[in-house]
């Protein structure tokens, strides 16, 4: 007797499978629209992470549209390259970012706020800068009445530090409060500092026809699978569930991926760079 086999990725995807990966029941029919048929489970993931609210922003977009956008000395507007530029004179600009690593670190403190001092990295150098600083803005609850709030802290403070230190880039600064809010999600906002010529800054965009693309990073492996997604979630009883999400930091290899980036970023053979992060 012949038997069928079907492959999970390629099979249409339901609208329980899209709740799952945060998906709106809504933003399901949308999809289905879009593509005229139901998706499959590998298309569903890929519009569940460009259109988390880590990649997307949909849920804070308009309050952050009322922010400053436009100076003089501003190079790139938010949201317009992968890291704020600002002239900073005599032929330099300063590359800034800061991103939160929130849920990754709720679950697991050290590889979640490792990987978000590595990915606020990539925003910098893929724009051709050079980082020279690193620094965070963290919020834990009691650590006097509650012990899961300790296990956070050390661990959010050992990932920053021992990351940092692996990648060659020192921590100079931070800020720390403790308050019950932040017993069951901590806050962990990673920063990056870096400087760059004028005329040597490289674009998150491309342009131009039959251009080679090159995907170069650490082994790919499943670690971090649906992290944009999961990122998005509410953290609740399950949320341990997905602790395969969160990404498995290799700083020695980002150290080497730094350095080739930016050999190249000082030839015409660089047309955009994008750090590729969660999604």
């Known amino acids: 007797m012949s038997t069928t086999t079907i492959n999970p990725d390629t099979a249409p995807a339901g609208v329980e499978t899209a709740k799952k990966l945060g998906l709106l029941p809504e933003e399901f029919d949308t999809i289905k629209a879009i593509l005229g048929r139901d998706p499959n489970f590998t298309e569903l993931s890929i519009f569940s992470a460009m259109w988390s609210e880590h990649c997307s922003y949909k849920n804070s977009i308009k309050q952050l549209k009322t922010l400053p956008r436009t100076g003089p000395k501003l190079l790139a507007e938010a949201g317009e390259e992968n890291a704020g530029l600002v002239d900073i004179g005599d032929g330099w600009a300063c590359a800034f970012k800061i991103e939160s690593h929130n849920h990754p670190s ?165 047309i955009g760079m994008q750090d590729m992060g969660a999604a």
């Not at 069951?184 to 693309?213: C, F, K, Q, W, Y």
């Not at 509410?234 to 569930?241: A, F, L, N, P, V």
């Open 106 to 270: 709720a679950i697991e403190p050290y590889q979640g706020a490792a990987t978000g001092v590595g990915g606020i990295n990539r925003d910098i150098f893929t724009m051709g800068a050079r980082p020279i600083a690193q620094l965070n803005s963290l919020r834990f609850g009691d650590i006097t009445q509650e012990r899961s709030s300790r296990w956070h802290m050390r661990g959010v403070v050992k990932g920053i530090g021992d990351y940092g230190n692996a990648f060659g880039v020192p921590v100079v600064g931070g800020e720390v409060y403790f308050d019950p809010c932040y017993t069951t999600n901590p806050l962990v906002n990673a920063m990056s500092v870096g400087v760059v010529r004028t005329d040597r800054v490289i674009s998150a965009t491309s342009h131009g026809e039959g251009n080679p693309v090159f995907i170069v990073g650490s082994a790919t492996g499943k670690d971090g699978i649906h992290g944009a997604s999961f990122a998005s979630k509410d953290i609740t009883e399950t949320s341990m569930d997905d602790l395969p999400a969160v990404q498995v930091g290799d700083p020695f290899m980002e150290k080497l991926l730094l350095e080739a980036s930016l050999e190249l970023a000082c030839t015409d053979a660089i």
